[in-house]
């Protein structure tokens, strides 16, 4: 499980899908880079905590391929408006489908995403 801040990170990367699912990367694995050249390095060492959370992050990364660069960002955006402590309490790796920002018609066509009784579930994000 890693914990990141959305907006942080959103505004650090200007949105751009392959730099966000670089921190994402660094963030799930710790990684360190290998010198200041490094795509890495301009996002390593920085303090992005936050209340966000992924519980299985390295699902994105095992399943890359499989999705696009905006969908996965897209999961990690959407996934970023659910509540840590209802995690903490229940094991709650739903978003209500009203927390959401994003319209529900970009929901229904992710296929990473999908809209039960009121609820959005993340595909990789079940705990088993």
Do not use: C
């Amino acid at each position: 499980m890693i914990q990141y801040n959305w907006k942080k990170i959103r505004e650090a990367t200007n949105g751009l899908s392959t730099e966000v699912l670089l921190v994402i990367h660094t963030l799930t694995y710790n990684l360190t880079p290998k010198n200041y050249r490094d795509p890495l390095y301009k996002y390593w060492n920085k303090d992005w905590s936050g209340f966000s959370f992924l519980v299985n992050p390295e699902a994105i990364f095992e399943h890359r391929p499989e999705y696009s660069e905006r969908e996965w960002v897209d999961y990690v955006a959407l996934a970023s408006y659910r509540n840590i402590n209802l995690f903490n309490d229940s094991g709650e790796t739903t978003l209500d489908l009203n927390h959401s920002r994003v319209s529900e018609d970009i929901i229904k066509n992710s296929r990473l995403l999908k809209v039960e009784n009121n609820k959005i579930r993340f595909r990789y994000e079940e705990v088993t």
